[in-house]
T-cell receptor
Framework: DTGVSQNPRHKITKRGQNVTFRCDPISEHNRLYWYRQTLGQGPEFLTYFQNEAQLEKSRLLSDRFSAERPKGSFSTLEIQRTEQGDSAMYLC??????????????FGPGTRLTVL | AQSVSQHNHHVILSEAASLELGCNYSYGGTVNLFWYVQYPGQHLQLLLKYFSGDPLVKGIKGFEAEFIKSKFSFNLRKPSVQWSDTAEYFCAVMVNYGGSQGNLIFGKGTKLSVKP
């Protein structure tokens, strides 16, 4: 499968614990995006990378959230001291940063986080 | 700030009925517009996209959308729906200014249920 993959697919944790999610983008895509989707809402942008550089963070991304993309390949999203409000689907997407024909973002299956 | 409005939260149709899902966006500049679909249990997939040129865009599975700049709209249409079109549909605008390159702003989604 050459699509975007995310692990784990589901994560249940207790409030206050730290969690980390992983995203593996399509190999030739240099841009990687993280979104969060809560029930009844569309995906909301969190942050994105061009290669290994994190170029923008949404105000939704509190200090408890951190994302990395070492070597411009896979990315991790960590949430520290989880809160019940963090329960959501976390989506990763990737795309090529070239000409318009490449501007489609390809989404992974998401990681569903439940904070008890 | 850019925003996307989808008028219908839940649409219920019988097979062979025609479909039109509304989408309006707020941004006065050049826009790139997308419709994504999420089938039950699957990840977001691109239905169609508009960047420039012919405002009537054809996508996969018989879907099309019309970009009407004067109305800030990008409505999705299909002349005859099938039970397999049951899914959630998201309209999205690509941000293309400043440092926010390529982020998508999504509407809240429209859930389509097609009765066999």
């Amino acid at each position: 499968d050459t699509g975007v993959s995310q692990n784990p697919r589901h994560k249940i944790t207790k409030r206050g614990q730290n969690v980390t999610f992983r995203c593996d983008p399509i190999s030739e895509h240099n841009r990687l995006y993280w979104y969060r989707q809560t029930l009844g809402q569309g995906p909301e942008f969190l942050t994105y990378f061009q290669n290994e550089a994190q170029l923008e963070k949404s105000r939704l991304l509190s200090d408890r959230f951190s994302a990395e993309r070492p070597k411009g390949s896979f990315s991790t999203l960590e949430i520290q001291r989880t809160e019940q409000g963090d329960s959501a689907m976390y989506l990763c997407a990737s795309r090529h940063s070239g000409a318009a024909t490449y501007n489609e973002q390809f989404f992974g299956p998401g990681t569903r986080l439940t904070v008890l | 700030a850019q925003s996307v409005s989808q008028h219908n939260h839940h649409v219920i149709l019988s097979e062979a009925a025609s479909l039109e899902l509304g989408c309006n966006y707020s941004y006065g500049g050049t826009v790139n517009l997308f419709w994504y679909v999420q089938y039950p249990g699957q990840h977001l997939q691109l239905l169609l996209k508009y960047f420039s040129g012919d405002p009537l865009v054809k996508g996969i599975k018989g879907f099309e959308a019309e970009f009407i700049k004067s109305k800030f709209s990008f409505n999705l249409r299909k002349p005859s729906v099938q039970w397999s079109d049951t899914a959630e549909y998201f309209c999205a605008v690509m941000v293309n200014y400043g440092g926010s390159q390529g982020n998508l702003i999504f509407g809240k989604g429209t859930k389509l249920s097609v009765k066999p």
